[in-house]
């Protein structure tokens, strides 16, 4: 398969499940399950990734590096009430610290 082909298949694959979504009746959407899956899957999905790419190491399983470090100075950061911008500054510079150590 050549990439252009994975592409327009991966293209093809978003605009069915965009359509499918449209296509979902509104009664469906109001129901409060629904609702609250809505609100609390996007913040798992999120804290899922978060910990897969600072903490997964491939084939290799789970592993400790820089970016560990990193993620716990930004939740304390974060624990502090610091700005978004501070936060993810304070990330940076505390990765890029342990990395040359």
Known sequence: MSVW????????G?????LLGLSVPAGLLDRPAVRRFAAL???ALLAALTALQTFGHGVHGLGVDPR?????A????????APFLAVVLVAVVVTALVRLL
């Open 14 to 18: 978003c605009y069915l499940c965009k």
């Open 5 to 12: 082909s994975a592409v327009l298949l991966t293209a093809a």
């Open 74 to 81: 930004a939740g304390a950061a974060l624990w502090c009430r």
């Open 41 to 43: 899957a996007p913040v």
């Open 68 to 72: 560990a470090a990193g993620l716990a």
